[in-house]
């Protein structure tokens, strides 16, 4: 009776969204072309069947004989996740993306392609969708992040593209005990918990975030998930008579008032309790909400009557008492919940609504997909009105990722922004600003406006002057006070919470710091300029900053006085006949095994783990490196784009970010290799050689290999102290009458190849 009562309590908990049994010969899930567009009819009569059928089509014909780790055949994947996204009723463009979103991935299909045959709409939604496979990124972290910042900034735009994503990532999770290798389900399983799951509650789409976590929590930690499925099913067979009896109390307790509605019982997720368990050091015994009842009704004032009569009934539990009507959350979630002493003591978590909050609580965004002036499409209005904008937190994402900031920033500031529980408080003016848990006034600032923040500087919080640590509670009015120019705040990052104010507090940071390092980056030219009889104010730096790499002679200048770049080097390009400093340049430690430590840095790196140059790539101070774990070896240190790389895929934990440090720019020097090929004349080696030790370079070996009767290879190894420095002697050698070519070599192996 217990199992009629509470819907599908055992095994998967729930329906699974858009399943559809397999027929003889074909994978379950597939969907017959009749079958996906008798789907949307349903919904959307004037559903453009054409768009929807050449989509399908196209599909099955691209992704042709490609199979999925399953066995199936791809295109049941695609064909699936369109069936999941007429479950949520979206519009013929939503559903012909769904079909096609992995055509430009995974076949010959372009963008183009997509845009010439299915139009605009769902040519962009695609291409959102589309992974940045053509970038090449340092590690998995890095290009989930690059991944990442593009989807934010696609969903942002339309949110369609998040419908379709997460149908996508709900399909893969359902199927991912098919990938044989641990590693890649776990890391696929975690970016599911860490990204997705809360981007889908977010925008309120609970269906789906239950189902996601749920199955990324059974793998990543299975003992856990099969514990408490145990547990709930221990606790499920003795309760069913309790169960009928408060259904039928809940029941009585309508009925009495003369109140139409329906009551359903609801068990908690797995992971849910998981998190419980986790979160409040509590036992499985102690958690009293594993049961929940909802209360459905039909309109607002029977919401509140309802409350009354349960309040009236039974002792209410105070502090777990929450009006989600008056102040819906973020994503447009509206409902009472409140907890009461019910039948036999037991503490019973009700929720009250109306059918319409009830929808949009499984739905979310989803909800507000409707006819509106004879079209179907996403009712803005319709969405904002009910219960505020369910895009909103994404596009809070969107100012976080225009803070800038490195990749891993960005990723930790997302996790951070959507996991978090949330309270509520109010400006003067009584507008409500939902924040998450631990929210500093610092939070609210930026919450209002990115300029308030910058300019925030105190807060009084309830009409009392409070310090910006203070943790804000539901319910405080706060007022920001506002200093004259912006200003990180001492120890921001430790006064906020919230992505978006870590992400402002950082970019304020790097601004002073640029300003701190223009300004002595400046001073350092100046007085090397002076010294030399050159007058600053007449010098053009433009060319300088093209010679360096720099955007612009302010980072130029920034550049030098971070000591990123030598001020004489730069010096040097103004005056060619400045004298190399000797004395200082004898002093820098030659990059090797043994002072790697001293020049190369990185946050996973384990101290006292031994780091080696790589002979493939040589790398020297200014490229971009990467750690790779050696066995036996510790690490090796590679340039980013080294061609060795692709031959070391692995698990995400064999490779480490790594990054010069500060020393290496003023106390290393390295070994860089060039290969120039030259006419075969009498002098030319003195005119090279010349070039070389006038641009800086010391050369440590010469090798002059016959290439042609008129022509030669000459290798040079030259002492250099970062990457600015080779490429200037490069740029110096090319310019020499009778140079050929001049190219820079990674190793032993790379000139040999070159050679032969």
């Known amino acids: 009776?217990?199992?009629?009562?509470?819907?599908?309590?055992?095994?998967?908990?729930?329906?699974?969204?858009?399943?559809?049994?397999?027929?003889?010969?074909?994978?379950?899930?597939?969907?017959?072309?009749?079958?996906?567009?008798?789907?949307?009819?349903?919904?959307?009569?004037?559903?453009?069947?054409?768009?929807?059928?050449?989509?399908?089509?196209?599909?099955?014909?691209?992704?042709?004989?490609?199979?999925?780790?399953?066995?199936?055949?791809?295109?049941?994947?695609?064909?699936?996740?369109?069936?999941?996204?007429?479950?949520?009723?979206?519009?013929?463009?939503?559903?012909?993306?769904?079909?096609?979103?992995?055509?430009v991935e995974d076949t010959d299909a372009t963008i183009d392609d997509i845009r010439g045959l299915f139009g605009g709409d769902v040519a962009e939604i695609v291409d959102g969708l589309t992974k940045l496979n053509q970038v090449s990124f340092a590690n998995d972290q890095i290009k989930q992040s690059g991944n990442l910042q593009k989807f934010v900034l696609a969903i942002s735009k339309d949110p369609r593209v998040l419908m379709v994503k997460l149908a996508d990532r709900l399909h893969n999770m359902r199927t991912l005990h098919y990938i044989k290798n641990d590693s890649k389900r776990a890391r696929i399983a975690r970016e599911t918990l860490d990204i997705y799951a809360p981007l889908a509650r977010r925008i309120g789409i609970q269906l789906i975030s239950n189902e996601l976590e749920d199955l990324a929590f059974r793998e990543i930690d299975a003992d856990a998930y099969e514990m408490i499925i145990a547990r709930m099913k221990a606790l499920r067979d003795p309760n069913e008579a309790l169960l009928d009896d408060i259904l039928y109390a809940l029941k009585n307790l309508l009925a009495t008032a003369g109140l139409k509605g329906e009551v359903k019982g609801r068990e908690k997720r797995p992971y849910s309790i998981w998190q419980k368990l986790q979160r409040k050091t509590l036992t499985f015994a102690q958690i009293t909400d594993i049961y929940g009842f909802r209360i459905i009704v039909d309109d607002i004032a029977d919401c509140y009557q309802v409350l009354g009569l349960a309040h009236g009934a039974w002792a209410c539990m105070s502090n777990r008492f929450k009006d989600y009507i008056s102040a819906p959350k973020p994503n447009g979630y509206r409902s009472l919940h409140t907890t009461v002493i019910g039948p036999k003591n037991r503490a019973l978590e009700l929720q009250i609504r109306t059918q319409v909050m009830d929808d949009v609580a499984d739905h979310g965004l989803a909800s507000h997909w409707r006819y509106k002036e004879a079209t179907y499409g996403f009712d803005v209005d319709a969405a904002k009105r009910f219960g505020g904008d369910p895009l909103g937190q994404v596009r809070q994402l969107v100012e976080i990722l225009n803070d800038g900031g490195?990749?891993?920033?960005?990723?930790?500031?997302?996790?951070?922004?959507?996991?978090?529980?949330?309270?509520?408080?109010?400006?003067?003016?009584?507008?409500?600003?939902?924040?998450?848990?631990?929210?500093?006034?610092?939070?609210?600032?930026?919450?209002?406006?990115?300029?308030?923040?910058?300019?925030?500087?105190?807060?009084?919080?309830?009409?009392?002057?409070?310090?910006?640590?203070?943790?804000?509670?539901?319910?405080?009015?706060?007022?920001?006070?506002?200093?004259?120019?912006?200003?990180?705040?001492?120890?921001?990052?430790a006064l906020a919470v919230t992505g978006r104010a870590r992400s402002a507090i950082r970019r304020l940071v790097r601004q002073k710091q640029r300003e701190e390092f223009l300004t002595l980056g400046r001073n350092m030219l100046k007085q090397v300029?002076?010294?030399?009889?050159?007058?600053?104010?007449?010098?053009?730096?433009?060319?300088?900053?093209?010679?360096?790499?720099?955007?612009?002679?302010?980072?130029?200048?920034?550049?030098?006085?971070?000591?990123?770049?030598?001020?004489?080097?730069?010096?040097?390009?103004?005056?060619?006949?400045?004298?190399?400093?000797?004395?200082?340049?004898?002093?820098?430690?030659?990059?090797?095994?043994?002072?790697?430590?001293?020049?190369?840095?990185?946050?996973?790196?384990t101290p006292g783990v031994s780091l080696h140059l790589s002979s493939c790539c040589s790398p020297i101070p200014g490229d971009r490196i990467v750690g790779v774990k050696a066995p036996g070896r510790g690490i090796e240190v590679h340039v980013t784009d080294c061609a060795a790389l692709a031959e070391l895929e692995g698990p995400a934990d064999v490779w480490i970010d790594l990054a010069w440090t500060r020393k290496a720019g003023s106390e290393a020097i390295a070994v860089g290799r060039l290969i120039v090929t030259v006419e075969n004349a009498k002098g030319r080696l003195g005119e090279l050689c010349t070039q070389i030790g006038q641009s800086g370079g010391n050369i440590l070996n010469v090798k002059t290999l016959r290439r042609a009767v008129d022509f030669f290879d000459i290798v040079f190894d030259i002492e250099v102290v970062n990457d600015k420095e080779l490429e200037t002697i490069m740029g110096a050698l090319r310019s020499r009458v009778g140079v050929v070519s001049v190219e820079r070599l990674r190793g032993e192996e790379m000139a040999r190849e070159r050679v032969h």
């Open 1 to 103: 009776m217990a199992e009629a009562v509470l819907g599908n309590m055992a095994g998967d908990h729930g329906p699974s969204v858009g399943a559809v049994p397999g027929e003889a010969g074909r994978p379950a899930g597939y969907l017959r072309q009749y079958q996906l567009v008798d789907r949307v009819r349903a919904y959307q009569p004037d559903v453009d069947v054409d768009l929807i059928n050449r989509a399908y089509v196209f599909a099955v014909s691209m992704h042709g004989e490609q199979k999925r780790a399953s066995g199936d055949p791809y295109f049941a994947h695609p064909v699936q996740v369109a069936g999941i996204l007429t479950e949520f009723k979206l519009d013929a463009a939503s559903i012909a993306a769904g079909l096609l979103h992995d055509t």
């Open 529 to 605: 300029l002076q010294a030399h009889g050159v007058d600053p104010q007449a010098v053009v730096l433009d060319e300088a900053a093209r010679r360096f790499g720099a955007k612009d002679v302010e980072s130029l200048l920034a550049a030098i006085g971070e000591s990123r770049i030598g001020v004489r080097d730069v010096a040097r390009v103004i005056i060619p006949d400045l004298p190399y400093d000797a004395e200082a340049r004898a002093r820098r430690v030659l990059l090797d095994d043994e002072s790697m430590r001293l020049f190369v840095d990185g946050d996973n790196l």
């Open 406 to 493: 490195d990749s891993d920033e960005f990723l930790e500031h997302v996790k951070r922004e959507m996991t978090q529980d949330l309270v509520f408080a109010f400006t003067p003016k009584g507008e409500l600003k939902s924040l998450p848990k631990g929210a500093t006034p610092v939070d609210f600032a930026y919450a209002l406006h990115t300029q308030l923040g910058d300019l925030c500087v105190g807060a009084r919080i309830n009409g009392v002057e409070r310090p910006l640590r203070t943790a804000l509670e539901n319910g405080d009015v706060v007022e920001i006070i506002l200093g004259d120019r912006p200003s990180p705040p001492r120890d921001g990052e």
